[in-house]
């Protein structure tokens, strides 16, 4: 088995690509060592020593360090977890199945908010996984669209330029009512 690895903006966070299925579909995003209680793999990737998060896709998983580790320490024991994780059999969840991340909407805003999430789907998720994270739909309220950052995304240095400069200008292109997008905490 071989891992490939690419950097993502955020230098915190490096993308493992396992070359098979991490999810059918969905992603699922572990901001804590105890929130992994649910996945095997995201336990045996926490179990390295300086793991701060651990996020997936569909074909990869994204690792966050803590400021307090090296990439060079930290890499080989996280590519060794997750080869152990394919080499065992195990599944990469157990139990519940990758969500589509997106919150529930109930209110007046039910088609505006049917537009957000169609937009997100279809130009903003896929170019953010390219590098190792995502964005989903958290809110919409008088104008203001909340959104949740995961992965490489959460924590990012540029993640604050890609909120207004690109998602906020293109919601606001293509859906009036949008006046602002904001992030949300996990």
């Known amino acids: 088995m071989f891992i490939q690895t690419e950097s993502t903006p955020n230098p915190a966070t490096l993308k493992f690509l396992p070359g098979q299925s991490v999810l059918d579909m969905g992603?699922?995003?572990?901001?804590?060592a105890e929130a992994a209680n649910a996945s095997p793999l995201a336990r045996r990737v926490f179990g390295v020593e300086g793991v701060?998060?651990?996020f997936f896709g569909t074909d990869f998983v994204t690792v966050?360090?803590?400021?307090?580790?090296?990439?060079?320490?930290?890499?080989?024991?996280?590519?060794g977890a997750i080869m152990e994780h394919y080499q065992s059999g195990a599944p990469v969840l157990?139990?519940?199945?990758?969500?589509?991340?997106?919150?529930?909407?109930?209110?007046?805003?039910?088609?505006?908010?049917?537009?957000?999430?169609?937009?997100?789907?279809?130009?903003?998720?896929?170019?953010?996984?390219?590098?190792?994270?995502?964005?989903?739909?958290?809110?919409?309220?008088?104008?203001?669209?909340?959104?949740?950052?995961q992965g490489a995304c959460a924590g990012c240095p540029s993640s604050t330029l890609t909120l207004k400069m690109g998602i906020e200008n293109l919601l606001r292109h293509y859906i009036p009512e949008v006046l602002e997008v904001r992030p949300v905490a996990a």
């Open 94 to 149: 157990e139990g519940e199945q990758a969500a589509s991340g997106h919150a529930d909407h109930s209110g007046p805003d039910g088609e505006i908010v049917k537009q957000i999430k169609e937009l997100l789907d279809t130009r903003v998720r896929p170019a953010v996984a390219q590098d190792g994270g995502d964005i989903t739909f958290h809110g919409f309220d008088r104008g203001v669209v909340y959104l949740h950052m």
């Open 64 to 79: 966050t360090k803590s400021d307090s580790v090296a990439w060079e320490h930290i890499k080989p024991a996280i590519l």
């Open 52 to 54: 701060a998060g651990v």
């Open 27 to 32: 992603t699922a995003d572990f901001p804590t």
